[in-house]
């Protein structure tokens, strides 16, 4: 039996029904499915999805939460020009989520992408221009961005705790070896048919791409922590690959003779290194680190100031002439004394959502936004910038060159004002604040 949540988190409530429409209902699209369905003010109207029985199982969803029956499409550009909706959450693979946006907004929607690699520079220009073009904002579902840790050490960074910024580390470091390796056969486009249970739509990339492929994950709270495209931008980018040596050892040891992955000669480098330089002077590293040994899955997450550090992987804190000399604190001391106040509210609020409940945070961000008309916290330019590293990279790698990183707000991020974790009134000015659009 579930029960239908009704929403009074400050900051996050929304006051209209919002109908939606959710592309891609496979593994996180049936996570989102659930945290949309459990909502009041929430309707699924509508999903689509390439197999049958995703449908069926989505179908099947909807009515465990009493909703009505969604309409179901094969076809995204069928579903966004013809069911009644608001917004399309966007949870396929990787390659359609730009165009699919695109598609959406120019059907008079606004857009939601969950998290992946841009596929090339072109593309994220575009999402920024049809944005600009239709005036229908397309938010980035980056739900690290809502962690409790990051949204905290965003208080801290805001109130001078850390001191003046330097630098900042992050990544995407987990072990995908048996399922990257997993896909079978010659045809291994995520967009060409059904994927079977043993295709894995990430292979693909890997088998011919080299570059930093899941960017968005580190670097978004990172980037929320530097103000980028808000006061702060990213001015250039410097990529290196290590050699590409794990895919093929795990395969050599675990796959039959037979298997056709015994043949791939993956591009991706197993260690992928990428260096932001800022406008404000600081120096942002991400990792990318998903095909050797490893037991844990981390975002290696470090900011460091002139006054302390926050490194995530130890869950550590070192503040000057606050703890002990030369000695590390627990972070959650200060995670807690500096937690967020949608992350109180939340937990007053006895919501369970998936990841922690970064998920439900970042649902209702994107709710609200469209509820209430204003901008998104994560809007179309972060989505660009951050989606845009991995074809940035890319090249990087290619060239050996430093390359010069796009600036998509067009010289807006100058005046333009952070709203990211805002809440109460100036929240509210800075949201519907829109030069940019
Ligand atoms: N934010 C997070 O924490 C998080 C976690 C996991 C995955 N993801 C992201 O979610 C996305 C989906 O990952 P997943 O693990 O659910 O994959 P999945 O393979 O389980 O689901 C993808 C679904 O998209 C459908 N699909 C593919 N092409 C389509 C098309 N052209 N039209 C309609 N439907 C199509 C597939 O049939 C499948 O059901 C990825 O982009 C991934 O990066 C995000």
Redesign the pocket.
Known sequence: MFIRLTHSVNGIMSDATVTLGI?????????LLRNCAAMEDVRIRAV????ER?LDAAQHTLEEFQQPAPDR????SQMVSEADLDGVI????????IP?AIEAMEAGLWAA????PASSLEECWELVQTSQETSQQCML????CFRREPLSVLNMARDGVLGDLVHTECGYCHDLRPRLNATIGTSRE??SI??KNDR???SIHHEKRNGDL?PT?GVGPMAKCLDINQGNRFVSLSSHASKAAGLRDWGDRHLPDDHPNRDIDWSHGDIITTVLTCANGQTCTITHDVSLPRPDNSKRYCVRGTRGMWQDERDSIYIDDRGPDHEWEPAETYIDEYEHELWREYRNAGIEA??GG??YL?LRSFVRSIAQDVRPPIDVYDAATWMAIAPLSEDAIATGDTVAFPDFTDGNWLTDEPIFGLTGEVAEDRLSFSTLL
């Open positions: 592309t891609g209902v496979g593994h996180r699209g049936t996570s689509c999805d390439l197999q995703r499409y094969t076809d995204h966007i949870a396929t693979s990787w390659r359609q989520h699919f992408m969950d998290v992946g579902l980056e739900n690290c995520e967009t059904p994927m894995y739509y990430r899941y994950h998936g990841h970064s998920d970042v």
